[in-house]
């Protein structure tokens, strides 16, 4: 396993090698000490380190981009207030009884446009939402 050695070079600035292994560095070691004279000697073993790489993507909103088509604000219909109502006798409730809506057959087809998945601007397809704003 390959080892470095750091210390300070002869003008001051900071120096390493590397060597192959730690018997090579504990011998380094020992020359600077004993024959430089340095006493500032650290040694440091160079192994391997594993890396995993995923893949990170980044949305980012152009500075002019057009803003003007998402509503600021969203309009929200007033709820309905329910007004108590004096209790009718059973007949008269079936005459103010209102007239059954038209069975859907009856309705008027409308013409078939293609389903957007989520609102997200792109067709159902097969292709399934995310769900996160369904």
């Known amino acids: 396993m390959e080892h470095v050695v750091f210390f300070p070079a002869p003008d001051g600035a900071p ?3 590397r060597v192959p292994d730690l018997e090579q560095a504990v011998r380094l070691v020992e020359h600077l000490r004993n024959v430089e004279g340095v006493n500032e000697v650290s040694c440091h073993a160079l192994t391997v380190v594993p890396l995993a790489f995923r893949a990170y993507y980044r ?3 152009p500075a002019a981009a057009d803003h003007a088509a998402v509503p600021a604000v969203v309009e929200v219909p007033a709820q309905p207030v329910v007004e108590e ?5 059973p007949q008269a409730a079936a005459e103010l009884a209102p007239a059954p809506e038209p ?11 293609p389903v957007l998945a989520g609102s997200n601007g792109h067709a159902h397809d097969g ?4 769900g996160f704003f369904a």
């Open 127 to 130: 292709a399934k939402s995310l």
């Open 103 to 113: 069975a859907v057959e009856d309705a008027p087809q409308l013409a078939q446009e």
């Open 85 to 89: 109502v004096p209790a009718v006798e």
């Open 59 to 61: 949305v980012e909103v």
């Open 15 to 17: 120096a390493f090698r």
